[in-house]
């Protein structure tokens, strides 16, 4: 059995570009357009030798209010199912109240899960990801999804213990 690691995180963080990156297909949607990506995507990734399936998720509204409408039911569902999750943040729009009650609510579950800052290229990223540590959900680990910058790391410490 492959490791599960799933995406999550609100529209327009680079998830379905991540997705794209370690399954090297065009599968999962990209847009500028957020919320386009409506149903929870499977895509085995290969990243160099380490083999793994990925969940893209596309349905955790920033602008619901509270933790169920703010975790759509895919998201959760995709949560359940994966062995790690990467919580992902954009580092140029900073922290985000929606960002905090996502990650409010995966804080709650008995999963491991990391705070994935992207968009990192070209900006300062330890000044710009500081910030993402008050998630208190430990390291901030920094991305370029569209790049393939800080990946490899990042999928390291993921499967750590898988
Ligand atoms: P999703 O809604 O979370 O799936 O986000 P998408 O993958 O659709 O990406 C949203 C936007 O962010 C697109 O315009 C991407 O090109 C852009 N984007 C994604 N990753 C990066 C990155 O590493 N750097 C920059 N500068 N833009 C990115
Ligand atoms: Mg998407």
Partial sequence: MLPVIALVGRPNVGKSTLF??????????????????RDRKYGQAKVEELEFIVIDTGGIQGDEVGIDALMAEQSLRAVDEADAVLFLVDARVGLTSADQGIAEH???QNKKVMVVANKTDGIDADSACGEFYALALGEVYHIAAAHGKGVRQMIDAALEEF
């Fill in 20 to 37: 794209n990156r370690l399954t090297r297909t065009r599968d999962a949607l990209v847009a500028d357009f957020p919320g386009l990506t």
């Fill in 106 to 108: 995966l804080r709650k």
